[in-house]
């Protein structure tokens, strides 16, 4: 089975200031890769996906953006935190190919804090 | 994607069975219901899937009217351990679809 690392666990940032959250896979290649964000006593917010390197769709407007340099690498950025981007963030992954389940693999996330 | 609407909250007790039901109206002929389990401060994990009539695996059983306009997810003699919130979605299967998780049902077991 797959394996998705995320880090930082937490993070704590001044609004203005940059982010960057990193997440890998283990364990598959290929994946489709997803970016979610959950506040908090909310489900999830599905933020951006990608079906392969440099590929990248976003599903809300907002001062976030992802890249994807790698086949097993994902990367969530900001240039600029507002402190509506607190929250929970997780990354996830699903095989390309054609599966009979709708099973992602999620990260352990990053507790994200804007002050 | 089909909409889901499931209860914000159940209780229960140790030992017992705990049903939690999803009304999905518009599910399309395509639609697979597929349930995850989330742990405070942990992604969502895989639980069941399935179509139509019953799926029953080692954590849960799924049951599915002929209409498939529901469908209740039931957990066998629910522990401490059950506490956790239950997310009931539908969409075609394959790999690689986006998933819409609503706000899900926080099962709280207490003992």
């Known amino acids: 089975s797959q394996t998705i690392h995320q880090w930082p666990a937490t993070l704590v940032q001044p609004v203005g200031s940059p982010l960057s959250l990193e997440c890998t896979v283990e364990?598959?290649?290929?994946?489709?890769l997803y970016w979610y964000r959950q506040a908090a006593g909310r489900g999830l917010q599905l933020l951006f996906y990608?079906?392969?390197?440099?590929?990248i769709s976003s599903e809300v407007p907002q001062n976030l953006s992802a890249s994807r340099p790698q086949d097993r690498q994902f990367i969530l950025s900001s240039k600029k935190l507002l402190l509506s981007d607190s929250g929970f963030y997780l990354c996830?992954?699903?095989?390309?190919?054609?599966?009979?389940?709708?099973?992602?693999?999620f990260g352990p996330g990053t507790r994200l804090t804007v002050l | 994607l089909a909409k889901t609407t499931q209860p914000i909250s159940m209780d229960s007790y140790e030992g017992q069975e705990v049903n939690i039901t999803c009304s999905h109206n518009?599910?399309?002929?395509?639609?697979?219901i597929t349930w995850y389990q989330q742990f405070p401060s942990q992604g969502p994990r895989f639980i069941i899937q399935?179509?139509?009539t019953k799926v029953t695996n080692e954590v849960a059983s799924l049951f599915i009217p002929a209409d498939r306009k529901s469908s209740t997810l039931s957990l066998p003699r629910v522990s401490l351990s059950d506490t956790a919130v239950y997310y009931c979605?539908?969409?075609?299967?394959?790999?690689?679809?986006?998933?819409?998780f609503g706000t899900g049902t926080q099962l709280k077991v207490e003992l």
């Open positions: 996830a992954s699903t095989p390309r190919a054609s599966s009979s389940y709708n099973e992602q693999f």
């Open positions: 364990g598959t290649s290929n994946p489709n």
């Open positions: 990608s079906v392969g390197i440099g590929q």
């Open positions: 518009n599910i399309a002929t395509n639609d697979y």
């Open positions: 399935g179509y139509k």
């Open positions: 979605l539908v969409a075609i299967t394959g790999g690689g679809n986006k998933l819409t």
